[in-house]
Each structure stands twice: as C-alpha cells, then as structure tokens.
C-alpha cells in the first residue's frame, strides 16, 4: 500500500515543501550620495576632493589612488542626496508669484469620493 501512495504524491502532489520565495529588498536609493571626509592627515588628493559629492556607486575606492599616506583615515560621509542646500525659490525665502504665507490647502479634503477622505 505504500508504494500506492508514493506514486499518488508524485502524480498528484509535491512530497516536498515549496520553497519560500526570497525575502523583498528594500528600495535603494538611486540618488544615494558620499563625500569624502578627510582624515588629521590627509593627503592633497583627498583634500581637493573635500566638498565634492559623489553618486555612492560613482565615488572613488579608499584609499584614492593618489594618497601617499602611510595610513590613510579619510572616511565617506553619507547623504540622501548628491545635491546641497536649497534649490527652490521657496526653499531660498524668495516669493515668485507674490505670495508669502504658509500652505493653505487642507489635504484631508481632497479628492470628490466619499472615500477619498
């Protein structure tokens, strides 16, 4: 009778589990950004690039090819983004279209549906 029902796992059903899918990645940021932050005693190479910000995927190897370092300490500083500061108008505190006060739309009321809440 056994043999009977190995072959009707086969025929009919998977004897093994189903493997779980993977696990879903978290999003990664495309615009994911780093400086390099040099260290006490930085090489010139490193210095020259003090303030440039490199698209993480983009930035240069540590240590840079031109250190002459013994011991390089320079480090990557992390940003959201590979822009600075402010770029908009109302970002810089500049009003364009003549209006200076604060949002006044009420985002709880948009939309005509009754579940649009």
Same mark, same amino acid.
Request: charged share 35%.
């Given at each position: ?22 696990? /879903? ?6 615009? +994911? ?5 040099? @260290? =006490? #005693?930085?090489?010139?190479?490193? &210095? ?21 370092? /013994? ?6 500083? +992390? ?5 600075? @500061? =402010? #770029?908009?108008?109302?970002?810089? &505190? ?24």
């Amino acid at each position: 009778m056994s043999d009977v029902l190995k072959r009707a796992k086969a025929l009919f059903g998977r004897s093994e589990p189903e493997p779980k899918p993977a696990p /879903a990645k978290k999003p990664v940021n495309p615009w +994911h950004a780093v400086a390099i932050a040099p @260290g =006490p #005693r930085a090489c010139a190479a490193a &210095g020259k690039l003090r303030d440039v910000r490199f698209l993480s995927r983009e930035a240069p190897p540590l240590p840079l090819k031109a250190c002459d370092s /013994a011991q390089c300490t320079c480090r990557y500083e +992390h940003f959201d983004d590979r822009r600075k @500061g =402010p #770029r908009r108008a109302h970002e810089l &505190g500049v009003s364009i279209d003549g209006y200076e006060g604060g949002e006044q739309r009420n985002s709880s009321k948009r939309g005509r549906r009754k579940t649009d809440g």
